[in-house]
């Protein structure tokens, strides 16, 4: 019988820039990417089932410290094809932390809350996992979306933004 796993278990320093990963921390498990902030490496949390989690946000790698991460090395983003999840024709000063924004150029992009209140809000490049500032305006904002991953022919859903407690339990869906 053929068993897939979604992952493998790596050190932080072997996941890439633009990779997905879990982890669980104090029985709480997370889904972040590995990104560059600041010319450095950096976690962006994109889900988290912790109780007070409200959106995407940054957090320092050393918050990782004696947790196994398990690399999620096909997931991607899907976007809400609902018209009250899509926002189109939006400027650069509109976006806001969870937003996932699709440029002129087709480029994808996460609005994440920095690892200070005076950072702000920071915007990462999904494919590189590169911070990313905003050029242009005619900007397609997503308020909604989900990671995926691939596992034999079916697509399960790992986590979903905006995410609520009851559907926090949900967590593995088949799609």
Same mark, same amino acid.
Request: contains cysteine; proline residues 5%; glycine residues 6%.
């Given at each position: 019988?053929?068993?897939?796993?979604?992952?493998?278990?790596?050190?932080?320093?072997?996941?890439?820039?633009?990779?997905?990963?879990?982890?669980?921390?104090?029985?709480?498990?997370?889904?972040?990417?590995?990104?560059?902030? #600041?010319? &450095?490496?950096?976690? =962006? $949390?994109?889900?988290?089932? +912790? @109780?007070?989690?409200? *959106?995407?946000?940054?957090?320092?790698?050393?918050?990782?410290?004696?947790?196994? #991460?398990? &690399?999620?090395?096909? =997931? $991607?983003?899907?976007?809400? +094809? @609902?018209?009250?999840? *899509?926002?189109?024709?939006?400027?650069?000063?509109?976006?806001?932390?969870?937003? #996932?924004?699709?440029?002129?150029?087709?480029?994808?992009?996460?609005?994440?809350?920095?690892?200070?209140?005076?950072?702000?809000?920071?915007?990462?490049?999904?494919?590189?996992?590169?911070?990313?500032?905003?050029?242009?305006?005619?900007?397609?904002?997503?308020?909604?979306?989900?990671?995926?991953?691939?596992?034999?022919?079916?697509?399960?859903?790992?986590?979903?933004?905006?995410?609520?407690?009851?559907?926090?339990?949900?967590?593995?869906?088949?799609?």
């Amino acid at each position: 019988m053929k068993v897939e796993l979604p992952g493998e278990s790596k050190p932080f320093a072997d996941i890439e820039e633009g990779e997905c990963f879990a982890f669980t921390r104090k029985q709480v498990t997370s889904v972040c990417m590995k990104v560059e902030w #600041l010319s &450095s490496a950096s976690v =962006a $949390v994109l889900w988290s089932a +912790s @109780d007070d989690w409200t *959106v995407p946000h940054l957090i320092a790698p050393t918050e990782l410290v004696g947790s196994i #991460l398990h &690399s999620l090395p096909s =997931a $991607v983003f899907v976007a809400s +094809s @609902d018209a009250k999840d *899509v926002r189109a024709d939006r400027t650069r000063h509109e976006y806001a932390p969870g937003f #996932l924004i699709k440029t002129p150029t087709g480029q994808s992009l996460i609005a994440v809350k920095g690892l200070q209140r005076d950072h702000g809000i920071s915007v990462i490049d999904v494919a590189t996992g590169k911070a990313s500032g905003i050029e242009s305006d005619n900007l397609t904002f997503f308020t909604s979306w989900r990671i995926v991953t691939k596992v034999l022919d079916k697509y399960e859903t790992v986590c979903s933004f905006p995410s609520y407690n009851e559907n926090k339990r949900s967590v593995g869906q088949t799609t």
